[in-house]
């Protein structure tokens, strides 16, 4: 796969904001016109009350940043480790 240019990627971050307000709008509006049960509410909010198993020590934000490291193309990586290298060389 070929590394996008500084404008395909400029033109992919306009696309995934026009996308996102567009998917957040869609959320809405389906939240919109759902009747609100408060029975439903309730039950998941118990199971947060409810649950028994081991405490959570981290937010889980380092476990995913490490699924996606292992999922990123090779340019990325490549392009990462000489960020990485020009800043310690700087420093």
Do not use: C
């Amino acid at each position: 796969m070929k590394r996008p240019t500084i404008e395909e990627q400029r033109q992919l971050v306009r696309q995934w904001e026009v996308t996102g307000r567009e998917l957040q709008q869609i959320r809405e509006d389906a939240l919109r016109d759902k009747p609100y049960n408060w029975k439903e509410v309730d039950d998941l909010l118990s199971l947060g009350e409810d649950y028994d198993g081991p405490p959570r020590l981290t937010s889980g934000l380092e476990e995913m940043q490490a699924v996606f490291m292992k999922a990123a193309p090779v340019w990325y990586l490549e392009e990462r480790a000489k960020r990485l290298q020009q800043h310690d060389d700087s420093s």
